[in-house]
């Protein structure tokens, strides 16, 4: 698909645009937790365990929405199944 069917397409905006709310509700989720988890630490430990959470959260999120190796799509468009049930199991 070329780049100016892409946005001309309105499925296109609406997917970027639920993603974009997603990572955000997702961040300030991440930030929630990270605080108060790194309130029960000593206070001169605090600054350093938030940075540490925040950025291990960031490098987190990024590994999780890059391509898989050997593929050179997302992995949200990924035509191969990444699961396959065993056989005789429902």
């Known amino acids: 698909m070329d780049i100016a069917a892409l946005v ?3 499925s296109a905006w609406v997917a970027l ?6 990572e955000v ?4 989720d991440n930030l929630i937790f990270i ?3 790194t309130n029960k630490l000593p206070p001169e430990s ?9 950025g291990l959260a960031l490098v987190m999120r990024l590994a999780c929405s890059a391509p898989s190796p050997g593929s050179s799509s997302s992995p ?3 035509s ?3 699961v396959t049930p065993s056989p005789g199991r429902t």
Do not use: H, N, Q, Y
């Not at 645009?17 to 997603?22: A, P, Q, R, S």
């Not at 605090?46 to 925040?54: F, H, M, N, V």
């Open 8 to 10: 001309t397409d309105p």
């Open 17 to 22: 645009i639920t993603l974009v709310v997603m």
């Open 25 to 28: 509700v997702l961040g300030i």
């Open 35 to 37: 605080s108060i988890l």
């Open 46 to 54: 605090r600054e350093k365990a938030r940075k540490i959470g925040i």
């Open 76 to 78: 949200i468009r990924s």
């Open 80 to 82: 191969k199944p990444s």
